[in-house]
């Protein structure tokens, strides 16, 4: 016989859990930051114990199911705020890494949103219509290119004003944390996932994610294979210095972007030899 725990007594150790694993990570959170503050007058392993507690009871618990409501802007708003948040927070800890502080908090606020917005994505259970995915002309990827070049700048030229940084160093914090962190991931994922379907559509054809995903995947696959590929080269005696990074996460793009041009050429064969019905 299966335990459930079901009607207002499963609602409320599921508020209970809820409310015990925020105040957690909130005074885990000051006392990261004002060491003692908290741990002075109260220890936080107790705390904890009572999280995983609720949390246990709450699996154990039957909920009902809840409809899928479209995200508000509410949603985003807090999203966007947790990003923030957690930039400030890796920043403050991070504060004595100089440069290297930047990139790592601008990497992990990008990455909370972005994971933050795959599992509100995630939660429709509605399938809308399908739509006929997009296609952009040459003039808007360029247009959409510039934009994202001026807002780069402008968020360089930001944080010199609010820093020590001159606009230049934060120029090439910015830019240099694309081209290692994002870049070589991007191009990677199209060997994987060649297609991208819209945010609307629930089109479950191989081989498609949307744009969220491939954002989030392109820094892990980045963050992944590019210290990797740097480590071993390096242990085949090539230093570890500026140009040499530079060329060998160039070195990784091309080959990436040969692969995917060899497997695009080589499907297009493949469907040429296919009989027409």
Known sequence: MKLK???NTAELINYLFQGLLIAYLLLLLIEQIWTGSVSMYVNLNYVLILVIIAGILDVFSEHEEVKYQK???????FISALGILGFFIIKFKTIELGWLSWMISIIAGILIILLSLLVLE???????????????????KILFAIITIFILNLISLVISLFTSLSYLETLRIIFGSIYVLFLPGFI????FFPKTKEFDSEDKESGSIDWIERIALS???????VPLVVFYLNLIGLKISLLN?????????????GILYFKKR?????SLKLPKK
């Open 245 to 257: 990074s530079f060329l060998t996460i160039l070195g990784i793009m091309i080959i990436s972007s």
């Open 5 to 7: 725990i079901k009607g």
């Open 266 to 270: 080589f499907r297009k064969q493949q």
């Open 71 to 77: 995200p508000k802007l509410w949603d985003y708003f």
């Open 188 to 191: 990677i994922t199209y060997i």
């Open 219 to 225: 820094f892990a696959l980045s963050i992944a294979i």
């Open 122 to 140: 995630d939660d429709k259970q509605e399938k809308p219509k399908k739509s006929k995915p997009k296609k952009y002309s040459l003039k808007t």
